[in-house]
């Protein structure tokens, strides 16, 4: 049973640039939770989707955006590259029941954005 | 506003001590609150807690929640090298939406 998994793993992008980072979720899970994490600090929420809608946002700007497809894998976009983009990106996923998400999120080995 | 707060920041100490971390928070409607230990790259799961004063244990690990004083604590026994990591608190608001995170603890065992 594949994990989490991301693509691609690292990514080198110039100022202004953009970029599209990949994750299939764990298979059973219909939920997928993306995050930043820049280094030194924990994960800092971006959004989640499920049902291929953005079911809630975190305090990041409209360059960043996300999609989700039928088969629950899920995209994150980020437009106009700032360096302070540079980060870890890690995707997480989970089961929604009875419009519930369980509490336990799998994470993905994660995409290591670099913006020069 | 719900907030997560950890503590030592940074914990460096020799195999065979005994570490127990700290994990604070503030909440309008708590949910659970989750351990995760981060090494290279994604966080790996440890342990979920819901309720107070019940151990939640897997081998040197152990956690436990105090919803009255609003803290959990992860207790690591007998540490070895590959327990150095960065272990994170993140707490499930109720919101059902996302999880809040705690900055970590990067604990460095040393031979």
């Known amino acids: 049973d594949a994990g989490v998994t991301q693509s691609p793993t690292h990514l080198i992008k110039t100022r202004g640039q953009q970029v599209t980072l990949r994750c299939s979720p764990k298979?059973?899970?219909?939920?997928v939770s993306w995050y930043q994490q820049a280094l030194g600090q924990g994960p800092q929420f971006i959004f989640q989707y499920y049902e291929e809608e953005e079911r809630q946002r975190g305090n990041f700007p409209d360059r960043f955006s996300g999609h989700q497809f039928p088969n629950y894998s899920s995209e994150l976009n980020v437009n106009a590259l700032l360096l302070g983009d540079s980060a870890l990106y890690l995707c997480?996923?989970?089961?929604?029941?009875?419009?519930?998400?369980?509490?336990?999120?799998?994470f993905g080995p994660g995409t290591r954005l670099t913006v020069l | 506003e719900d907030k997560v707060v950890q503590s030592p920041l940074s914990l460096v100490v020799h195999e065979g001590d005994t570490v127990t971390l700290n994990c604070s928070y503030e909440v309008t409607n708590f949910r659970s609150l989750l351990w995760y230990k981060q090494e290279k790259k994604a966080p790996t799961f440890l342990f979920m807690l819901t309720s107070s004063g019940i151990e939640k244990k897997s081998g040197r690990l152990s956690s436990i929640l105090d919803k009255k004083e609003l803290f959990s604590i992860l207790n690591i026994t007998a540490t070895q090298t590959g327990d150095s990591a960065i272990y994170l608190c993140?707490?499930?608001?109720?919101?059902?939406?996302?999880?809040?995170w705690g900055l970590g603890t990067s604990l460095a065992v040393n031979p």
């Open positions: 997480a996923s989970s089961r929604t029941s009875g419009g519930w998400n369980s509490d336990e999120q799998f």
């Open positions: 298979s059973g899970h219909d939920t």
């Open positions: 993140a707490l499930n608001a109720g919101n059902n939406r996302k999880l809040i």
